[in-house]
């Protein structure tokens, strides 16, 4: 088995199903994750790692939510049609 563009294009893809899976109440607030759990700061401050994570979840789950359906199907028939 080879390492192709296809292959990378696929693990980014179970990564980002990964990520868009993960439920705010159920796991994200238990961990330490949500949205209540990010702290104010100050006018001009840079965020935290956390915080840029939290919102890199939050942005995932919203915005590539239809493309994500696309994607899979796309891909469910490529390995359906080529094997």
């Not at 980002?16 to 994200?28: I, K, M, Q, T, Y």
């Not at 104010?40 to 915080?51: H, L, M, N």
């Not at 979840?57 to 919203?62: A, D, F, N, P, Q």
Request: aromatic share 10%.
């Amino acid at each position: 088995m080879t390492f192709t563009l296809y292959s990378l294009f696929e693990a980014a893809l179970l990564c980002v199903n990964a990520v868009a899976v993960l439920h705010e109440e159920r796991f994200l607030s238990k961990v330490g994750w949500g949205r209540d759990d990010q702290t104010t700061r100050g006018f001009g401050e840079d965020p935290g790692v956390k915080s840029q994570l939290i919102n890199l979840i939050h942005s995932i789950r919203t915005v590539m939510r239809i493309p994500l359906i696309f994607l899979n199907i796309v891909t469910i028939l490529f390995k359906l049609i080529l094997g």
